[in-house]
Antibody
Framework: EVQLLESGGGLVQPGGSLRLSCAASGFTFSSYAMSWVRQAPGKGLEWVSAISGSGGSTYYADSVKGRFTISRDNSKNTLYLQMNSLRAEDTAVYYC?????????????????WGQGTMVTVSS | QSVLTQPPSVSGAPGQRVTISCTGSSSNIGAGYDVHWYQQLPGTAPKLLIYGNSNRPSGVPDRFSGSKSGTSASLAISGLQAEDEADYYCQSYDSSLSVLFGGGTKLTVL
């Protein structure tokens, strides 16, 4: 069964850092681009970042560019999101999501598998 | 205010047909980018419902259908069931803004 399991969320002060992880199973992890998508409490979905299957190409939303870093370890089947200089507006559930068909990230593609999410709260 | 505009809520009785619209512009849906739809049941992660405007992933009932025309797309749900009560989101790409989601539509089954 294809599964994604996020971890690493929690409460952090403004200006602090946090690293999220997403453990993948049930598919050849390195063959697929991956993304992070977040959802603020009671709000809609917002794409945050994407990475190619090899890890050689990364993409970011303007709202997190320069503060967040996406990476992956294909030997561990794990996706990461390093979040620095956190702000109150970064408070959200963070989901990792899989590209349906390619190791290259195509901006028009859907996300076919989602994890259950991990909550990040930025507050003093 | 999302660039992809969805009605905040729609409702219907069991067995009825409802549609949810997703209105964009010439820089996203109108530029030819695909539209995808997700269902988010309360307290759960989104689930892919329709991809590439009108294609259903394996396991999604054919009661769900998608279409696209011009700068808009629609999700139709026929034979409405209580278990369809959820939030629904459209997704596309904008040449200026990158990956976009609509603001979401809450479906209530009366």
């Amino acid at each position: 069964e294809v599964q994604l399991l996020e971890s690493g969320g929690g409460l952090v002060q403004p200006g602090g850092s946090l690293r999220l992880s997403c453990a993948a199973s049930g598919f050849t992890f390195s063959s697929y681009a991956m993304s992070w998508v977040r959802q603020a409490p009671g709000k809609g979905l917002e794409w945050v970042s994407a990475i190619s299957g090899s890890g050689g190409s990364t993409y970011y939303a303007d709202s997190v560019k320069g503060r967040f870093t996406i990476s992956r370890d294909n030997s561990k089947n794990t996706l990461y999101l390093q979040m620095n200089s956190l702000r109150a507006e970064d408070t959200a559930v963070y989901y990792c999501a899989k590209d349906p068909s390619s190791s290259s990230w195509y901006k028009e593609n859907a996300f076919d598998i989602w994890g259950q999410g991990t909550m990040v709260t930025v507050s003093s | 205010q999302s660039v992809l505009t969805q009605p905040p809520s729609v409702s219907g009785a069991p067995g009825q047909r409802v549609t949810i619209s997703c209105t964009g512009s010439s820089s996203n849906i109108g530029a030819g980018y695909d539209v995808h739809w997700y269902q988010q049941l309360p307290g759960t992660a989104p689930k892919l419902l329709i991809y590439g405007n009108s294609n259903r992933p394996s396991g999604v009932p054919d009661r769900f259908s998608g279409s696209k025309s011009g700068t808009s797309a629609s999700l139709a749900i026929s034979g409405l069931q209580a278990e369809d009560e959820a939030d629904y989101y459209c997704q596309s790409y904008d040449s200026s803004l990158s990956v976009l989601f609509g603001g979401g539509t809450k479906l209530t089954v009366l």
